[in-house]
T-cell receptor, first 113, second 116 residues
C-alpha cells in the first residue's frame, strides 16, 4: 500500500537556523508529493508541491525536491523564523488513487528566539 | 472567495448524542473530502463525495458514521451515538474536479469534536 514516513518531532530550533524535515514515501506508481502546514488551531494549508521526479517545489523560503531514486521529499529552509512554528505534514496522491491524500504523521517544529 | 467553510469550529457532545458537522466547499468546487485527525496522529481519509453521490467511503467506520453532499446546501458528516473515541478534529476539503493529482485540494479550518 501507499505510505508516508516523516521524522518524529518535535524539532526545536533557534531562529535563523537551517531546517530539514525528512519525508520518505512508498507508493505503487508515480505520486504527486505535497507539504502541508498546520498552524495552531487552524486547518491545513498547502505549502508546496511537486508532481514528477526532480521537480522542486518552493514557497515562503521552503523547498523540497522530488527524489525518485531515494523515494524522498525532504523539506528544507535556510533560515527559520518564530512564525514558522507549526506542524508540517508530508503527503502523496496517486493517479487512480481515488483522489485520496495519504499523510505522514506530521512533524512539529518549534522555533525559539 | 470565502474558501472552504466548516462549522461549527468546536462541538461538544455527550456520549450517545449525535454530531453533525457541516462543510461548504469553495465556490465552483463540486468535490468534497472528509478527513479525521486523531490526537497526535496524521490525517486519515474518510470519504469522498460529489453532489448527491458518494464516490469513495473506504475510510468511513462501518457503523454510526454517514456523509452526504446534497444538490443544495453543505456536505454533512453525521456521527450517531458518539463515543469518547470519536473525539478528534474533522477536516473537510474541496476540489473543482476529479483531477487533483497535480493540485492537491483546499482544506477548511476543521471542526474539533469533543465527546464528554
Amino acid at each position: 500500500g501507499n505510505s508516508v514516513t516523516q521524522m518524529e518531532g518535535p524539532v526545536t530550533l533557534s531562529e535563523e537556523a537551517f531546517l530539514t524535515i525528512n519525508c520518505t514515501y512508498t507508493a505503487t506508481g508515480y505520486p504527486s508529493l505535497f507539504w502541508y502546514v498546520q498552524y495552531p488551531g487552524e486547518g491545513l494549508q498547502l505549502l508546496l508541491k511537486a508532481t514528477k521526479a526532480d521537480d522542486k517545489g518552493s514557497n515562503k523560503g521552503f523547498e523540497a525536491t522530488y527524489r525518485k531514486e531515494t523515494t524522498s521529499f525532504h523539506l528544507e529552509k535556510g533560515s527559520v523564523q518564530v512564525s514558522d512554528s507549526a506542524v508540517y505534514f508530508c503527503a502523496l496522491i496517486l493517479t487512480g488513487g481515488g483522489n485520496k491524500l495519504t499523510f505522514g504523521t506530521g512533524t512539529q517544529l518549534k522555533v525559539e528566539l | 472567495n470565502a474558501g472552504v467553510m466548516q462549522n461549527p469550529r468546536h462541538l461538544v457532545r455527550r456520549r450517545g448524542q449525535e454530531a453533525r458537522l457541516r462543510c461548504s466547499p469553495m465556490k465552483g468546487h463540486s468535490h468534497v473530502y472528509w478527513y479525521r485527525q486523531l490526537p497526535e496522529e496524521g490525517l486519515k481519509f474518510m470519504v469522498y463525495l460529489q453532489k448527491e453521490n458518494i464516490i469513495d467511503e473506504s475510510g468511513m467506520p462501518k457503523e454510526r458514521f454517514s456523509a452526504e453532499f446534497p444538490k443544495e446546501g453543505p456536505s454533512i458528516l453525521r456521527i450517531q451515538q458518539v463515543v469518547r473515541g470519536d473525539s478528534a478534529a474533522y477536516f473537510c476539503a474541496s476540489s473543482p474536479g476529479d483531477r487533483v493529482k497535480g493540485y492537491g485540494y483546499t482544506f477548511g479550518s476543521g471542526t474539533r469534536l469533543t465527546v464528554v
